[in-house]
């Protein structure tokens, strides 16, 4: 079966940069996107289609996607950022398949 | 405004049966494919199951395959998940949600706030 792995946590300092890596076979062939869950909280959509921001996402949210790796990228990273963070891949041989998600630590 | 509204969620004995419903309003809903996704406690997001917006077309994982069935009524808006021979594995918050496109599952925009299920005797 299709696996996407996850780095388990991630840190970084206010107004730094932050890159939450997937992994997964030939991953750049297909579409990925990111959710954003905070505690008690249901999943938001920050990234789809490896590149695209939903409306109301800040800019500061930026994705790619190629090789075996996709990458979410926060730029500038806030406080309010500090969140759960899991990927998912589509296609019609695996469906859908989440990533184990990665805890972003800002401090 | 897109809205999405789980129940049926409770306490069940292991081998019993529970069928999850899923409201939905703000869009038009026979457009889209609907999808079901768990998280056990303190887990990560488990993908269940999915549904075309015609209902012609239904998807599952592995692990629930031949126990769970999807199904939509259009006229009603509502998508369900009937859940037979639970186990305790099964326990988790059942959240229902849109596909952002059309044609694939490739994301999902809207959440519902989950339902609860828990499998315990």
């Known amino acids: 079966s299709y696996e996407l792995i996850q780095p388990t946590s991630v840190s970084v300092s206010p107004g730094q940069t932050a890159s939450i890596t997937c992994s997964g076979d030939?991953?750049?062939?297909?579409?990925a996107c990111w959710y954003q869950q905070k505690p008690g909280q249901s999943p938001v959509l920050v990234m789809y289609q490896d590149t695209k921001r939903p409306s109301g996402i800040p800019e500061r949210f930026s994705g790619s996607n190629s090789g075996n790796t996709a990458t979410l990228t926060i730029s500038g990273t806030q406080a309010m950022d500090e969140a759960d963070y899991y990927c998912q891949a589509w296609d019609s041989s695996i469906y859908v398949v989440f990533g184990g998600g990665t805890k972003l630590t800002v401090l | 405004e897109v809205q999405l509204l789980e129940s049926g969620g409770g306490l069940v004995q292991p081998g019993g049966s529970l069928r999850l419903s899923c409201a939905a309003s703000?869009?038009?809903?026979?457009?889209?494919?609907m999808t079901w996704v768990r998280q056990a406690p303190g887990k990560g997001l488990e993908w269940v199951s999915a549904i075309s917006g015609s209902g012609g077309s239904t998807y599952y994982a592995d692990s629930v395959k031949g126990r769970f069935t999807i199904s939509r009524d259009n006229s009603k808006n509502t998508v369900y998940l009937q859940m037979n021979s639970l186990r305790a594995e099964d326990t988790a918050v059942y959240y229902c949600?849109?596909?952002?496109?059309?044609?694939?599952?490739?994301?999902?925009?809207?959440w519902g706030q989950g339902t609860l299920v828990t499998v315990s005797s």
């Open positions: 703000g869009f038009t809903f026979s457009t889209y494919a």
């Open positions: 030939k991953l750049g062939d297909k579409y």
């Open positions: 949600a849109k596909a952002a496109e059309y044609s694939n599952l490739s994301s999902f925009d809207f």
